[in-house]
Structure formats: C-alpha cells, structure tokens
C-alpha cells in the first residue's frame, strides 16, 4: 500500500464515523453537518480552525477546480456541475476518487465518476450548495461539509481533500439525504 494511501485511510478511518455517527445522532436537522453533534476527532490538534460564515457558491464564483484550497476546489465542484461542464467536474477529482453519491453506485476512478455524473448533471445544474466548514488537516489533506438543495432533496455532503502537487483535489466524496 502506498503512503498516499495509508494516509487516506487513516483519515477516512478517523472522519467517517465522526461524520456517521453525527448524522444518526442529529436526527432531522441540519446541526450534526455543522458540526456541534460531532466528538473531537484524533487529529483535532493538527486542524486549522474551521470558516465561521457558510457561503452560497455561486455560478459565477471564480474558484476553479483543483483550486489552491479546499474550499475553492470545492466551489470550483459546485460551478463545473451548474454550468453543466463535465470534463471540469472530473477534473475536480483525483485519479483514484471515490464518490458515493444517494441513490446510486459507488463509483471509483477517473472514467466511473465522469459517467455518475453525466447521466445527473441535468437535475444539479439548478441546486444550490452552501459550504458549511472546511478545516485543513495537516499539510495534504482536508475536510469540507456542505449541504445542498436539489429540487425537493436536501443533501448533506461530505468531501475528503487531497493535496496533488500545489492543487487540492477531491479524493472522496459523500453525499446523502438530510433527514
């Protein structure tokens, strides 16, 4: 196994069940994805302190993605599905991501999340997305929880970070129905 891959292990390990176990316990609110109904995690003193203010992206943000941070990476994410460019949303991702997505297979690669995407673009081209925290964790990796309104769904969404070169790139992705 890699060191790349040890480490993304080692941090879904550590955030998944914080993040699992947060969304069992917050019932039908929104809470648990910012945070409050979430134990400490191991690593809490190698992250930097989280935004304060959740942000509305919007299409015409600039943020592209593989941004410099998290954050915009993830905006740049939000922009490439509402503007329909499928070439920009995979490449928001890294070679070797993972996106579960509600509703639908797993897919993991390059070519499997082009495909989960393109059959969605569609019905995300009119959602809105709201980034609820990001913390950086340590040097290579990082954190963003967002939540999402996509017709009648309202959508919690998790994204794991990776740093690729000087760009961040998604490295996993989760999403699923808010309660």
Not at 20 to 31: I, K, R, V, Y
Not at 56 to 76: F, H, I, N, Q
Not at 86 to 92: E, H, R, S
Request: charged letters at 20%; aromatic letters at 4%.
């Amino acid at each position: 196994m890699s060191t790349i891959s040890q480490r993304r292990a080692l941090l879904m390990a550590a955030i998944i069940p914080a993040m699992l176990l947060a969304g069992c316990s917050a019932g039908s609110g929104t809470q648990a994805m910012k945070g409050a109904a979430s134990p400490a995690t191991p690593t809490e003193d190698m992250m930097s302190p989280p935004e304060e203010t959740p942000t509305e992206t919007d299409a015409t943000d600039t943020a592209s993605p593989g941004a410099a941070e998290p954050r915009s990476a993830v905006e740049g994410f939000f922009n490439a599905l509402k503007s329909g460019n499928l070439d920009q949303v995979a490449g928001a991702f890294a070679d070797d991501a993972v996106v579960a997505v509600d509703g639908q297979a797993t897919a993991e690669g390059t070519d499997a999340i082009r495909t989960l995407f393109q059959g969605k673009l569609n019905e995300m081209k009119q959602a809105t997305h709201t980034i609820e925290e990001d913390r950086t964790l340590g040097t290579e990796d990082a954190v963003v929880t967002a939540t999402s309104q996509q017709g009648q769904a309202n959508l919690r969404e998790l994204f794991l970070l990776t740093k690729d070169g000087e760009q961040w790139k998604i490295s996993h992705y989760m999403n699923n129905q808010a309660g």
